[in-house]
């Protein structure tokens, strides 16, 4: 692989992490598969590229961002409102959006963005060959210490339990419903933020940007996690942006070998059924492991693999 | 106190599923009260303190707390005086957080909660001393997973959680009816602890009929949606609570 393309995995690494923070949120926090993933991913991308065809890059960021936050609120509602099932509500939200993101991008299915402003042009005038780094480092390392901060208040204390217990949330006088509500908006807006700023990175939007994206955000936190054996909250949010680059720069490694890009997607579905896997499998590793061990046969060998224990949760 | 007037609940109604759990209850609580239900099951006793705790809206009649009308208030607004344990203890705590974020929860109930401020030190030893309090160590655990206590446990931080801010009125529906006997009379034994302490106002269902005598200042006796017998102090003293079999048919 070379430098360039290695360079090129990390930013769009850093940049799609938002997305696997946002899922940090609906998914690990509050225990949502969420769908309205895919639809927001592609709302934040599409309202950030109109506003930057017409001169307004940093407007398209921000605009962008609440676009997909509110279509969270959308899920939201119809997940505590209306008491739709979680996946049906994200699905109606997604399929909504396909329409408001056709309409948000004028009608096209796609708009280049090529020779304008962006972030990411700034970035790379002021600090030439390294401007697109710094800006998709700065993005994704202050969306998750703002997330492990929030998460540290009283606030993001009771979002937590609204996902690990909402019966016990109600019996303190608080509004399971609003937690929801809280948490698709932060979530949606994280990944539409990420969608706004790859257009601005690649320069291009296309109405089908987001397809697969809850699949891919979970692949890599769940890679991150894995790899770097996060199961607390900061850690795991550590774990998306560590994860999100890997699986870019796994995906760049396969362009080098010159998998040919018909047979690319295959390539990354096998990635991401192995990143997802991969704690069973380490476990079932373990407990054969363990199994062995406990029949003492050859003495040595029975102790030194007792060395090899699961590792359960740390007694306290 | 509490008033109830004349409450109706129906499941299912129009179907032949239709139980009427509820079939007409009228009780006082006076402040201070600490009143023992027991009764066969199906008696009601559940859908009694559902209906008061907002779990649902009852069909018919009024709930009246500290004279103000709850009847048609939501259950987790309801919840800011009222603390409520059931039998299971995984129902009042969350397992994934540490034993001091879900105390932090509870110490937010009816306060004006500080969203963006995290645990502080000194919130750290009032936890401690009231969990001391308990004798059960739990106050060198803070930062434990809550999923990782006994049941018994569970059960007594679930009690604390629901009394660290007095409630106007604690219901307490068999909370010790899936503990060990040694961890049950422990948290019997907490509960009237607490219910002293804090002075509070409480309504226990028990399976237990010599606890139910012991415990309070007054039991009533449930059956088929209504209450059967009302005994004070006084009279439960009178009554053989072998006497008392006679409601459970
Ligand atoms: N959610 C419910 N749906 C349908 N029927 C219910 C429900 N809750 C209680 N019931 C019925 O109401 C009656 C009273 O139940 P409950 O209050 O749980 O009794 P207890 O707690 O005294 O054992 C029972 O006949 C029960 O089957
Ligand atoms: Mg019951």
Same mark, same amino acid.
């Given at each position: 692989m070379t430098g360039a393309a290695l360079l090129g995995a990390i930013e769009l690494g850093l940049i799609y992490s938002l997305v696997a923070l946002g899922l940090v949120v609906?998914? @690990?926090?509050? +225990?949502l598969a969420d769908l309205t993933t895919e639809g927001s991913f592609t709302l934040g991308a599409a309202v950030c590229a109109l506003q930057t065809t017409q001169g307004h890059p940093v407007l398209g960021l921000v605009l962008g961002t609440l676009a997909g936050a509110c279509s969270g609120l959308v899920t939201g509602l119809l997940q505590t @409102?209306?008491?739709?099932q979680p996946i049906l509500a994200g699905i109606v939200t997604m399929v909504g959006l396909y329409s408001v993101n056709l309409m948000a991008m004028g009608g096209r299915s796609n708009l280049t963005l090529l020779r304008l402003d962006t972030a990411f042009s700034w970035a790379e005038e002021a600090v030439p060959g390294l401007g697109s780094l710094l800006a998709g480092g700065v993005a994704a390392l202050a969306a998750a210490l703002a997330l492990g901060l929030f998460f540290r208040t009283h606030g993001g204390l009771c979002l937590r339990a609204v996902g690990d217990n909402p019966t016990m949330v109600g019996a303190f006088a608080l509004n399971w419903e609003n937690g929801i509500l809280i948490g698709l908006f932060l979530a949606n807006g994280l990944i539409a933020c990420s969608g706004a700023l790859l257009v601005q990175y690649q320069q291009f939007c296309e109405?089908?940007? +987001?397809?697969g994206m809850v699949v891919l955000g979970l692949a890599s936190l769940i890679l991150g996690e894995v790899l770097t054996r996060a199961s607390s909250l900061p850690g795991q949010l550590m774990a998306a942006v560590v994860g999100s680059v890997l699986y870019r720069i796994l995906m760049a490694g396969a362009l080098a070998m010159d998998v040919p890009a018909a047979q690319l997607k295959l390539f990354s579905a096998i990635l991401v059924a192995l990143a997802i896997s991969m704690p069973t499998l380490r476990q079932r590793m373990t407990f054969s492991r363990q199994r062995k061990a406990n029949q003492p046969k050859e003495k040595g060998l029975a102790e030194s693999r007792l060395k090899y224990q699961g590792q359960g949760e740390t007694p306290c | 106190m509490l008033k109830l007037q004349g409450l109706y609940k129906s499941f299912h109604p129009g179907t032949v599923n239709e139980r009427t759990a509820l079939a007409g209850v009228d009780l006082t609580l006076n402040p201070g009260d600490f009143v023992t239900v027991i009764g066969s099951n199906g008696a009601g006793k559940s859908t009694l303190l559902g209906a008061i705790a907002g779990s649902f809206y009852v069909d018919r009649g009024r709930i009246l707390l500290d004279g103000e009308d709850i009847t048609y208030q939501p259950a987790y607004r309801r919840s800011g005086q009222i603390g409520r344990l059931f039998q299971d203890p995984s129902q009042g705590t969350a397992p994934n957080l540490t034993i001091e974020e879900n105390l932090a929860i509870a110490a937010g109930r009816g306060a004006k909660r500080r969203w963006i401020s995290s645990i502080t030190p000194s919130q750290r030893d009032f936890f401690r001393e009231e969990l001391s309090l308990f004798e059960m160590g739990l106050e060198n655990r803070?930062?434990?997973?809550?999923?990782?206590?006994s049941g018994g446990q569970r059960q007594a931080l679930a009690l604390l959680m629901a009394t660290i801010r007095p409630p106007k009125l604690l219901l307490l529906d068999e909370h010790t009816a899936a503990l060990d006997p040694a961890a049950a009379q422990k948290v019997l034994e907490m509960t009237q602890l607490v219910v002293q302490r804090g002075h509070l106002t409480a309504l226990m269902v028990t399976h237990n009929i010599q606890a139910a005598f012991s415990v309070g200042n007054r039991t009533i006796v449930m059956g088929e949606g209504k209450i059967l017998k009302d005994l004070t102090q006084s009279q439960r003293q009178s009554v053989s609570p072998g006497s008392l079999l006679a409601y459970y048919v």
């Open positions: 609906s998914y @690990r926090v509050l +225990g @409102r209306m008491k739709m109405i089908t940007m +987001g397809t | 803070l930062t434990c997973k809550v999923g990782q206590l």
